[in-house]
């Protein structure tokens, strides 16, 4: 399976080629920087899975492209879903699938361990998808919500979490300040 990584960090990619080196899974992973929208969701063609992150805006005409493109399956990297049009979703024949419970997000737990442990979930739901098999972390219904902890909770958590040099770039830790697009850090 061939799988567009989209709003991808440099910090990201050694996990997510880990976790699919070590399953075996030997994925065609593929990284873009730019955040998955409208405009960027022809980056997918071709390409069987999506995976993106909560600040993707997954509105009706970017699902409708992403499928257009051949994608069947949107993997979420976080555990909330509202920034996805799952009736939309639905309605293009594209499944949704996100990362289980905010519980490491509420805790002020987010490490390294975190991520891997966030990387492995979306690969065992890629890997149950290609096969078939029923899938743990489907969401179907736009009652999904995103995390209760704050943005700059969450940040708070990283700087703590990472050395400076290896920071998430959102967390203001890193040489290249807070992200695009995003208000405050």
């Known amino acids: 399976m061939r799988i567009a990584v989209f709003g991808s960090h440099p910090f990201e990619r050694p996990i997510l080629e880990r976790a699919n080196a070590n399953a075996a899974h030997g994925y065609d992973l593929r990284f873009f920087e730019p955040r998955l929208t409208r405009e960027t969701a022809r980056l997918a063609s071709g390409f069987d899975v999506v995976c993106s992150v909560v600040d993707d805006p997954l509105d009706a005409g970017t699902l409708a492209a992403l499928s257009d493109a051949g994608v069947r399956l949107i993997a979420l990297r976080s555990a909330g879903a ?98 695009r697009g995003r208000e405050g850090g």
């Open 82 to 179: 509202d920034h996805a049009d799952l009736d939309a979703a639905g309605r293009v024949g594209l499944t949704v699938v996100r990362v289980p419970g905010p519980a490491a997000w509420q805790e002020g737990l987010l490490t390294p361990e975190a991520l891997t442990n966030i990387v492995e979930t979306t690969m065992a739901d890629i890997r149950a998808f290609e096969l078939g098999e029923p899938l743990a972390n489907e969401v179907r219904s736009a009652t999904a919500r995103r995390p209760a902890a704050s943005d700059a909770a969450i940040d708070r958590t990283l700087s703590e979490s990472f050395p400076a040099s290896d920071a998430p770039p959102w967390t203001g830790s890193h040489a290249g300040g807070p992200v």
